[in-house]
């Protein structure tokens, strides 16, 4: 979990330990299916880097790219190297968290110049594909929690507001698992209901899936 900081607001701080309190995903921070790993953050040695699956090489090789910085998973994004709406959306999400990590590791240390730092690299992310709507959901997601830890204490350290950033980007991460998951699920009974029975009685079928309900035909 990531480690919290005490205060003077034990009411402020009570919620700040839930917001940097976060199981960071899995060993992986990674879901996999059929042994492919869309993608997962990782800090090692006190550095961050996101291995994010290169799309582009599919289905013939499995292929990842290394981000150590927000501007190449922006070039990802753009480049369409990661594709579906919520990849782009939480490989947005891990870029505003890779670019706190570089405002924090430049020695900003003031709250409200990150906070300011930190959108100038929300409108960044969000150019790379103006038309996603989860990544813009994803950056703003994480701006409104740095506006709401602020709030609560003007002199929030940096370090704090990094483990925020990295922590909400985590859960953005788990909910669109878990959703798509659900999703797909839900695509199964639909199928089994509805389709299966047509099929048996030799009618043609296809099936149409977008996506992030890639698991239900899988």
Known sequence: TQSTWGGRNQGADTRLSRLTATKMGDSTNGSKFGGVVTMRYLVEGGKAHLELLDQSHLPHETVYINCTTYPEIIDAIFTMKVRGAPAIGTA????????????????????????????????????????????????????????????????????????????????????????????????????????????????????????NTVTGVS
Do not use: W
């Open 92 to 211: 947005a999400a891990y870029g505003m968290a890779l670019g706190a990590r570089e405002l924090e590791s430049k020695g900003v240390q003031d709250a409200h110049v990150f906070r300011s730092s930190m959108m100038k690299i929300k409108e960044e992310l969000d150019s790379a594909r103006p038309t996603a709507v989860n990544l813009m959901y994803a950056t703003a997601r994480i701006m409104e929690l740095i506006d709401h830890v602020i709030s609560m204490r003007g002199d929030t350290p940096v370090t704090v507001l990094r483990e925020c950033v990295e922590g909400e980007a985590a859960r953005i991460f788990s909910e669109d698992v878990n959703n798509n998951r659900r999703l797909g699920e839900h695509g199964v009974s639909l199928v089994r209901e509805q389709v299966l029975p047509k099929k048996a009685a030799g009618t043609p079928i296809g099936i149409e899936h977008h996506c």
